[in-house]
């Protein structure tokens, strides 16, 4: 290890103390029952030279990666949604985070660890009035995660359910949320504006709340997949320390991130109201997180929010198009066998891929991709496919499946209204003012009121 890596490991090291200590006071100051939203704001180290939130946030989907089975798309949704539980107050409206299964041992609870893990204070609550409303008095906001939420909402999501908890979860996602408490005989508002995080077995959660939620549908891991336990000690360990990087790093960048979330453009026709209020915190953090991650948000947008009618329903050919284009885009292999391509085909468990017999999926290659070409990767020789064709192939399959979309502009008069430019030389364009007189001037307003009062006397 050079001096220089050892200088930013040392870095790095002090910047984790540096949030332990943190957290650990904040939680010694709960403890004594101190009021931390008056605290003073939280002293946060700087980050070491070079370690971005893209780099945070691509370790921890390759940590999330290791212990829950998901899509690509949910896990990096779920690295941005950890995220931004950092710095809520970034945003005037916050998501709910919903795991739901259908069958057991989908993976439901290992989402909920991975969550508890790397999320800002996280709060496994007692749904009680009196435990609720004392909670969001702490400084920290909490993030509540009610892992079996059929049990307050039934099964089927048709339990009225605690009216406190009633108002978090339906009304919290909003900045001016709050629960009222008495203390002393004196009425006083908490703000519950938070994040919450729901995990719940097919429709347990009511359709009222679901619909403030971004939903993590899990699957039973699939054949040959080998994971981690999420409740191991050395993983937990680990985890621990990829949420202090996480907040490390939000509440540095947090009046960027607010800035972002306030100047959201148009990224998507369906990034609108409801959707834009929970979505839009995730695509603010990867926006200033920066890399491929505004991309990233987008198809995990894409895979998690639209529903099937607002989906294009792709052919064979345009699946294979797709996931060989996706093959080459995050490996950058400049040219892979067709039997490489062959087994990510399989990894994306299609249910068409799973029905097709070899030479059935080599018909399909063939009539998406074309002939294929012999070549020379490493020590083998087979028939293969160049990244550069398929690549294209796909942005051209791309722009046909996706609607247009219709940008706010860069820049227009009110984004420079209050800017003042130095003037360098007077053109011929700095001529007198216009002259030109306002719709109603002010003697013009004198007149008027002259002539009206005039009126008045005449009549009297």
């Known amino acids: ?207 009222e709340i679901y619909t403030r939620c971004i939903p993590w549908k899990m699957q039973r891991v699939g054949p040959g997949v080998k994971l981690r336990d999420s409740l191991d000690d050395d993983v937990q360990a680990i985890g621990v320390i990829h949420g202090q990087r996480m907040h490390q790093w939000a509440k540095i960048n947090a009046a960027d991130i607010k800035q972002a979330f306030r100047n959201l453009r148009a990224v998507h026709p369906k990034l609108y109201s ?67 391509l062959r087994q990510h085909l399989d990894d994306q468990h299609e249910p068409l891929y799973d029905k097709l017999s070899d030479r059935g999926m080599a018909l399909l290659m063939t009539d998406a991709l074309g002939p294929s070409q012999s070549m020379t990767i490493g020590n083998g020789r087979a028939k293969g496919y160049h990244a550069g064709p398929v690549l294209a192939a796909w942005e051209r399959l791309e722009a046909q499946l996706e609607p247009t979309v219709e940008e706010d502009p860069e820049e227009d008069e009110f984004d420079s209204f209050f800017e003042v430019t130095e003037v360098t030389e007077v053109t011929e364009d700095d001529g007198p003012a216009d002259t030109k007189p306002l719709p109603v001037s002010h003697d013009e307003l004198d007149g008027t009121a002259r002539k009206a009062n005039g009126r008045k006397r005449a009549v009297k």
């Open 274 to 340: 409801r959707l834009k209020q929970i979505w839009g915190p995730l695509f603010a953090v990867a926006q200033i997180a920066g890399e491929d991650w505004p991309e990233r948000c987008l198809r995990a947008f894409k895979a998690m929010a639209l529903d099937t009618s607002d989906m294009p329903v792709l052919s064979g050919d345009q699946m294979v198009i797709r996931d060989a284009a996706a093959y080459f885009a995050e490996t950058g292999e400049p040219k892979a066998f067709a039997a490489t």
């Open 1 to 207: 290890m050079g001096l220089a890596d050892m200088a930013v490991r040392g870095a790095i090291h002090s910047a984790e103390r540096a949030a332990r200590n943190n957290g650990n006071s904040a939680r010694m100051n709960a403890m004594a029952g101190a009021p931390q939203r008056q605290a003073a704001p939280e002293r946060v180290a700087p980050l070491p030279p070079g370690i971005t939130g893209a780099m945070i946030l691509n370790d921890s989907v390759k940590f999330s990666k290791t212990i829950v089975y998901m899509t690509d798309e949910m896990h990096d949704a779920a690295a941005l949604a950890a995220m931004v539980t950092h710095t809520p107050d970034s945003f005037t409206t916050l998501p709910r985070y919903a795991v739901i299964s259908f069958e057991p041992l989908s993976g439901k609870s290992t989402l909920v660890n991975y969550f508890t893990l790397v999320v800002n204070n996280p709060w496994d609550p007692d749904p009680t009035s009196f435990a609720l409303r004392a909670k969001f008095t702490e400084r920290e906001r909490p993030t509540p995660i009610f892992e079996e939420i059929h049990e307050y909402y039934g099964p089927g999501g048709n339990k009225t359910g605690n009216k406190d908890l009633n108002k978090i979860l339906k009304q919290g996602y909003q900045k001016n949320a709050s629960l009222s408490r008495s203390v002393n005989g004196v009425a006083e508002d908490v703000s519950c504006f938070c994040v919450a995080i729901l995990a719940g077995i097919r429709n347990a959660v009511p359709n």
